[in-house]
């Protein structure tokens, strides 16, 4: 429909109209997004959808048509004959049909102007001519020549004007192969045929009704004579002024070879209507140049010219009704005339049209041609960027398709086709535009890949090297490359085959016999360089005598990179493609001595011993956040003499980065594999892409700075993973100096604009391990000053805290190194000498690089961490404290104040690092591990102040009170009761705390006189702390010789209590408990002997079970000494038991209780001293007899009811 929308809406006819079965107008000219309405046809009750919208139209309001009086001469020319009219604007002369040829690119520049709909959703576009002409092959006689290409699922029909080919080739010797071949196989006695004279009288007349028709006045105006030397002009036109069209092979202009987006000449959309015309199932973008007239019923008609001799045929029906149904009209208007003068006008509707007298066909029988030869045609022109030619001689009924390309391939250069140069830009605008929306939709990715690979395979690189270098950057783009951790995620379009080709219902299907009929067959008559035939047209009439099977292409497939290696590599080659094509644009005789891209290029690195570790890593820092802070304000230093803002720039740019980000996630996925060689490598690549960039830029976007803090983070983990895996380091360093060939050639292709040596301080591998903890520090310190540059803190403050974190953790790894190698220079050094200034030197850095990482992690409020640190600091404030304690002789040795200095310095840092906690459900075994820490620092203080007692400082009360209340808070953060693998550890360790207190107030209480009340004190305080310890060593199996320790220790106290005591009641009562005490150690014998007797059986068993596998050895002098002190205190008890029971019965009345006391330990006695009178018992024995001795004593005690002891 033409004209303003607001005319035709005003003039939309009715809606009773389409309710009644005719057609409905749309009245939605120049409309882009049509609504969904259109024109239905019924005729005879079987239906043929049809519905036509315009997308763009440049024709002129549409003129009421002028009738014409009876015996109008139409040989005569009108006054306006070939005028630009002001009614109609510069688009009139189009119209009224002066140039109904069709040009041989028509549908690639309606394709241009509508890109959106190729590819994708649209079947074909073509002019309505060519359309016509494919509906009526069934009918007709006439040769069918055509040029068809596939873009996506979208077919472009032109016109390839056989005859008009070979003039040219006569002329320019372009298209000689298919001249040969033409005359081979199809018609040998070619020869250009003429038009004939009754053709161009009736283009002349039709011309002037057309000019006559829109002439106000409707006269017939005759002209002056000069008009009449226009005529042959404009009928005879000569083949050579109709053949300018065709553009020979890459007649292109410069702006098509350079700029991809520049539209094409000879390419222009030169039609005055684009219209979406959707027939039955099959949607058509076509162009029209049909005059459409105002006047009658309905705001638009058609106007015909007829010669009244000659009756209409279905030809022309076929035609006329095709023509209406395009352009959405609903009514024909034909003028008869006779000779060329008029005779009468008539009116038709459009749907009335195939039921004219002599031109009566089935609108069914079309639909079924339509769709059986879009059928055909999508079935057989398979490959997109290929042409293929459809062609049916005249009088003949076999229709054939040839596939010129691979025709063109088998003769000459694939250039000479001058389609080529059409279809890659087209292929290439149709992949961007697809580009453009594929966020929305990820499924066409394989289209869009395919259409790009094909645009790429047709263009010559020296001369496109732009489209080619973009198409590939397009391609690289495809790949998703920002998610390296998020593998096989639903929504991503990688790990599936994404695009069904191109129609969800396009199913691959075997060759059945309906479609057998266009697949070659071997009859000789046949003719084998065609890709398919139809064999007789009348099978175009048979309804899905083709079925659309539209065969996939296994290439449009989406590849499935099974990993991110191989979608970063295929990512690389495409961007290796696209640098390639840059720089071969900018070769200059001044050039760079060209390199061979495959020899590795020799890199001047400094002599390791003059960069001098981390001091010399200092000054490349400065000068790397120099350069930084210059990036700010902008610079640009190509070495190869790229002009910003040119094409090659800003290409080379996106280029390097893409492969700069690949890099970046192949190291990281090698980092994942623990490559850490390769990774090394592939960061070594990002950051010298990277330096690139910054060469190249000259305005950094704050992403890219992100990159590169990324990319250095990344670098400072590889460089961390190395020094934590010395052991493997020449496994790593191989992996690091590979490179393969398509490594070579980007670094070759970066080597143009810069020495890519910006990052060298930070990717070089390196065999010392203090420098490769302090390069993976400045790594992370180059990573963080980048993020304080510009706003990027606050904008990514996920990535700062990993930074940050990263940081900490580095400064902590270092501070450890210094801490052991001190220790270790500690453990060389000689007891009695001074600590050395190497230590001391030590010291300083691994409590600096403490303190600065416990500084990273308060900032980034990470207390868990922050407390490891503290308490790592504190580790270093105990080993300062262990290299002050060997200054004096073992002998005179007592506990310095320095080593008092750096205890309590500790315990200060263990108490921060429980501060910085909080509370123990913050991380129980951080908490734990400093607690224990913690208890341990005041458990050592007070074990050698108790052992190396600074009596020449402090008075023996002072250090006593120390020493207990050290104790005491060692107590306090040793956890006896959670259940843990420390447990053991620190029941004994608490033990061993009542241990020494008992043992220290037992000790008090033999050598203080003085302060009754003091005595008692100490004499209760040492029996509650033996009672603790005896408690809980019992608790544990691995320590029978400590609890038979503290046992005879408490015995020694009670015997103690007793050179006290005077009466013999009192005596007795003490007695009595000590005994009590001696029968509880029976468990600690039961555990001795066990232990031995496993060790008497091993040598019997064979040597294959060593002695460590029991639990802790024993000590058999240790057991041997205390076993001697236990019989001599065991026959010592029952001695002065016995004297005393005896006294005691000799004096007073007979007691049975003692008296069976009395006799259970005489027996018991006389045991003991036969034992230990055979001095060559062995030691199980002895421990035996012990045993058996303890279970009597016990019994009989029992049995006598002897008072119980603690």
């Known amino acids: 429909v033409m004209g303003d929308a607001k005319d035709a809406g005003a003039e939309a006819p009715p809606a009773t109209v389409a309710a009644r079965g005719g057609l409905s107008l749309l009245s939605q000219a120049e409309s882009e997004e049509p609504p969904a309405q259109g024109s239905g046809l019924f005729l005879g009750g079987s239906e043929v959808k049809s519905r036509a919208v315009v997308k763009c139209s440049s024709a002129p309001p549409r003129a009421a048509f002028a009738r014409l009086e009876e015996k109008t001469d139409l040989k005569l020319p009108p006054a306006n004959w070939l005028r630009e009219s002001a009614k109609l604007g510069p688009a009139g002369t189009t119209i009224l049909g002066n140039s109904k040829k069709s040009k041989p690119f028509s549908s690639f520049g309606m394709a241009y102007d509508f890109i959106d709909s190729v590819g994708n959703d649209v079947d074909v576009v073509s002019d309505s001519e060519n359309i016509k002409k494919l509906l009526k092959i069934p009918y007709s006689k006439s040769h069918v020549s055509m040029a068809v290409h596939r873009i996506g699922r979208t077919l472009l029909l032109d016109e390839l004007d056989i005859q008009e080919l070979f003039m040219r080739s006569s002329q320019t010797g372009d298209w000689t192969w298919l001249k040969e071949f033409y005359q081979r196989l199809i018609d040998q006695k070619w020869q250009r045929k003429k038009k004939s004279k009754e053709h161009w009288y009736q283009k002349a007349i039709l011309s002037k009704f057309l000019y006559y028709s829109i002439n106000g006045d409707g006269a017939a105006q005759p002209v002056p004579s000069d008009a009449e030397q226009q005529e042959p002009s404009s009928s005879d036109q000569t083949p050579d002024s109709e053949g300018a069209a065709w553009p020979a092979p890459f007649e292109m202009p410069s702006s098509v070879s350079e700029d991809p987006s520049a539209s094409s000449q000879g390419l222009k959309n030169d039609f005055v209507r684009n219209i979406l015309w959707t027939f039955e199932d099959i949607h058509m973008l076509v162009g029209s140049n049909m005059p459409i007239f105002g006047g009658g019923r309905y705001p638009a008609v058609s106007l015909r010219l007829r010669d009244n001799n000659k009756p209409i045929n279905v030809l022309t029906g076929i035609d006329y009704w095709l023509d209406n149904l395009i352009c959405n009209v609903p009514e024909l208007v034909m003028c008869f005339h006779v000779n060329g003068i008029v005779q009468k006008y008539e009116m038709i509707k459009t749907e009335e049209i195939p039921n004219l007298e002599n031109s009566n066909f089935s609108t069914k029988v079309i639909k079924d041609i339509a769709q059986n030869i879009l059928s055909f045609l999508k079935s057989n022109c398979t490959k997109e960027g290929h042409t293929y030619w459809l062609f049916k001689a005249s009088g003949s009924d076999i229709v054939k398709l040839y596939d010129l390309t691979t025709l063109c391939e088998e003769t000459e250069d694939k250039y000479q086709n001058p389609f080529t140069m059409p279809v890659a830009v087209l292929l290439y605008k149709v992949a961007c535009n697809m580009m453009m929306k594929k966020n929305q939709n990820r499924k066409h990715y394989g289209t869009i890949r395919t259409l790009l690979l094909n645009c790429v395979k047709l263009l010559d690189k020296s001369r496109h090297p732009q489209i080619i270098a973009s198409a590939n950057y397009m391609l690289s783009e495809l790949f998703q490359l920002d998610e390296p951790k998020k593998e096989g995620g639903s929504d991503s379009p990688l790990n599936e085959n994404s695009d069904e080709s191109y129609s969800e ?553 007793m050179t006290s005591q005077n009466s013999n009641v009192g005596k007795l009562k003490t007695l009595s408990g000590a005994l009590d005490i001696m029968v509880r150690t029976e468990h600690a014998f039961q555990l001795i002997r066990k232990e031995l007797m496993e060790e008497c059986d091993q040598p019997k068993g064979g040597e294959a079970a060593p002695a460590a596998d029991s639990s802790p050895n ?61 001095k060559s018992t062995a030691l199980v024995e002895r421990v035996g007899v012990i045993v058996r001795v303890l279970q009597q004593l016990a019994h009989g005690r029992s049995g006598a009811g002897g008072s119980g002891v603690q």
């Open 505 to 1057: 219902e396009e199913e691959e299907m075997p060759d059945s016999d309906e479609n057998g009929s266009y697949s070659t067959s071997s009859d000789p008559s046949d003719d084998n360089k065609a890709v398919a035939i139809i064999k007789s047209v009348g099978e175009l009439s048979v309804p899905e005598k083709y079925k659309s099977i539209h065969q996939i292409r296994p290439s449009c497939a989406f590849p499935v990179c099974h990993d991110t290696e191989e979608r970063c590599r295929l990512v690389l080659s495409y961007v290796l493609e696209g640098l390639k094509s840059v720089d071969s644009s900018i070769k200059k005789e001044s050039d760079l001595p060209a390199a061979d891209p495959s020899t590795p290029i020799p890199l001047k690195y400094e002599d390791e011993s003059t960069r001098g570790g981390p001091e010399g890593l200092e000054k490349q820092m400065a000068l790397f956040l120099d350069k930084m802070g210059s990036l700010q304000k902008g610079s640009c230093s190509s070495q190869s003499g790229m002009i910003p803002g040119s094409w090659q720039h800003k290409m080379k740019l996106q280029l390097i980065l893409k492969s700069s980000k690949a890099y970046y996630i192949l190291s990281d996925a090698a980092m994942s594999l623990q490559k850490y060689g390769r990774a090394l490598r592939y960061i070594k690549l990002a950051l010298q892409s990277h330096d690139t960039y910054c060469c190249l830029c000259t305005n950094m976007l704050s992403e890219v700075l992100l990159f590169l803090s990324q990319y250095l983070t990344l670098c400072g983990d590889i460089q961390l993973m190395l020094a934590q895996n010395a052991n493997n380091r020449a496994a790593h360093l191989e992996e690091f100096n590979y490179q393969t060939k398509e490594d070579q050639e980007i670094l070759h292709s970066l080597h143009r604009e810069s020495s890519c040596q910006g990052f060298a301080w930070a990717t070089d591998l390196s065999t010392d391990l203090e420098s490769q903890l302090s390069v993976s520090c400045k790594c992370y310190e180059a990573a963080n000053e980048i993020l304080q540059f510009s706003d990027l803190k606050s904008q990514n403050p996920e990535h700062y805290v990993q930074v940050l974190k990263r940081m900490g953790n580095v400064r902590n790894e270092i501070g450890v190194f210094y801490m052991n190698q001190a220790a270790a220079l500690q453990g060389e050094r000689a007891v009695s000498k001074s600590v050395s200034a190497a230590e001391q030197q030590l010291w300083k850095k691994s409590f600096s690089c403490f303190e600065k990482g416990i500084h990273n992690f308060e900032s980034i409020d990470d207390a868990t961490n922050a407390a490891l640190l503290l308490c790592n600091t504190g580790r270093l404030m105990r080993i300062c404290a262990q290299a002050h304690c060997g200054a004096e002789d073992e002998f005179k040795r007592e506990f310095s104040p320095e080593e008092g200095l750096y205890y309590n310095k500790a315990v200060d840092y263990y108490l921060k690092a429980l501060r910085s906690l909080g509370t123990r459900d913050i991380h129980p075994v951080v908490w734990d591990s400093v607690n224990w820490e913690l208890s341990t620092t005041y458990f050592t203080m007070a074990t050698l102040q108790q052992d190396y007692a600074p009596l020449s400082r402090k008075a023996q009360e002072q250090i006593e009170k120390e020493v207990s209340e050290a104790m005491m808070k060692s107590l306090k953060h040793c956890d006896i009761d959670s259940v843990s693998a420390r447990q053991p550890l620190c029941q004994y360790r608490a033990a061993t705390i009542h241990h020494r207190l008992a043992s220290m107030y037992h000790s008090c209480l033999r050598n203080q006189v003085g302060d009754e009340h003091l005595r008692k004190q100490h004499r209760v305080l040492a029996d509650l702390h033996y009672s603790k310890a005896a408690k809980l060593f019992q608790l544990l199996k691995d320590a029978p010789c400590e609890l038979l320790r503290v046992q005879l220790e408490r015995v020694a106290f009670a015997e103690f209590q």
């Open 1114 to 1174: 024993l000590n058999r002098e240790e057991v041997i000494k205390l076993l001697s002190i236990f019989e001599s205190r065991l026959s010592f008890l029952l001695l002065q038991s016995i004297r005393l029971l005896s006294s005691s019965k000799k004096k007073s009345s007979s007691n049975i209780e003692e008296d069976a006391i009395l006799r259970t330990n005489k027996q018991i006695y006389s045991q003991l001293l036969r034992a230990s009178a055979n």
